[in-house]
C-alpha cells in the first residue's frame, strides 16, 4: 500500500510507459505509410470515438469490481485486528488462575504464529497473479518466503513440537486454531473457567475461521477471467484504430503539426491502458505487489498490542515505510 499523498509522475509513468512508447511507434508508422505513399488511411474519428466510450464503460466496471475486492480485504483484516484485541482482553481478564502469566502468554503467543501463518499463505503465488512483476522496483520484495521463513517466524511463538505438528499440513493456519480451541477445552476442564467463559473463547475462535474463510475466498478465487480478458482485448482493439481516426483530423495540416498525431496516438493509448493496469493490479490484494492490503503492518500492529497486554518485553516497533510503502 503506497502512503505518500501522491504517486509521482514518473513514477507512474515509469511503471506504465509501454503502451505509450508502442503507441507513438505504431502512430508514427501509420503517419509515415500515409505520408509517403499518398494513400488515405484516416477513419473518421465518430466510430471511433463511440468504441472508446464503451471501453471506457467496461474499464470503469473492471476498475469498481477490483476496488471492492480491495476494500473487502481490508474490511477483513479490520476485523481481524478487532476480534484480535478482543481475544487478548479476553485471555488476560478470564484466565486468571495458577500460573496464568505462563498461560496468557501462550494463548497469546498461539493467536500471533496464526497470524504469521495465515499472512504467510496468503502471499503464496497464484497462477492469476503478477508473479514476475511483484513490488521489486519501488517497494520492498515482501512475497513471504513459505517454505524456509515460516518455521524460523514460528519458533519464536509456539514450541517445536507444535511446529513439527503442523508439518505436511495442508493448512496451518486452519490446524493453528485447532491446537488453540483444544487447549480452551483443557483449560475449562481444569476449571481455568466456567462454561460461559469458554463458550466465548469458542465464539472468537469462529470470528477467526470466518475472517481467514473471507480471506482465503479472494485469495483462491479470481477476478473472473472472462472479465479481465475482455477489458485487455477491447482496449487492444481500440488502440489498433486510434492513430487511423486521429489521421484523419490531422492529414490537411503541414509541418509539424502533422507530426504531433503519433504522440497524441501514444497519449491516448497510454491513458486506455493505463487505466486497464490500475484496474489489473488492484484484483489480487495478498499478491505482494503494489497496492496490497498492508497486511504484515497490520499483523505486527496486533502483535504489539496483545503483547503489550500481557506486559510482555521485547515488544516490536511498527512496520516502517519503505519507499513510500507499507506492506
Known sequence: MYVKRNYGFW???NWS???????TAYGFVICLLSFFSKVDFSIPWSPISIMGIAVAFYLGFKNNSSYDRTWEARKIWGSIVNNSRTFGAAVVSF????DSIAIQKEL???????????????R???????????AQ??????????NSKLDQELSLYISQEEIQSLENKANKATQLLKIQSQRFQELKDKSAYEDFRHMEFHKLVTTFYEDQGKSERIKNFPFPRQYAST???????????????????????????????????????????????IGDYSENP????????????????IEIDLREMINDENIPKPEEEENGFLM
Not at 108 to 122: D, F, G, K, P, S
Open 11 to 13: 513514477m507512474t509513468f
Open 17 to 23: 510507459k509501454w503502451p505509450f512508447i508502442v503507441g
Open 95 to 98: 484466565v486468571q488462575i495458577e
Open 108 to 122: 497469546i503467543y498461539r493467536h500471533i504464529a496464526w497470524l504469521t501463518v495465515l499472512r504467510h499463505q496468503l
Open 124 to 134: 503464496l503465488s497464484k497462477p492469476w497473479e503478477h508473479i514476475e512483476s511483484r
Open 137 to 146: 522496483v519501488y517497494a520492498p520484495n515482501i512475497t513471504e518466503d513459505y
Open 231 to 277: 477489458a485487455l482485448w477491447m482496449t487492444i482493439v481500440f488502440s489498433f484504430f486510434v492513430p487511423f481516426g486521429l489521421l484523419n483530423g490531422f492529414k490537411d495540416m503541414n509541418g509539424l503539426a502533422y507530426w504531433l498525431s503519433p504522440f497524441l496516438s501514444g497519449l491516448i493509448i497510454w491513458i486506455f491502458f493505463l487505466m486497464e493496469k
Open 286 to 301: 495478498f499478491e505482494g505487489s503494489y497496492n496490497d492490503v498492508p497486511i504484515t503492518s497490520i499483523a505486527k500492529a
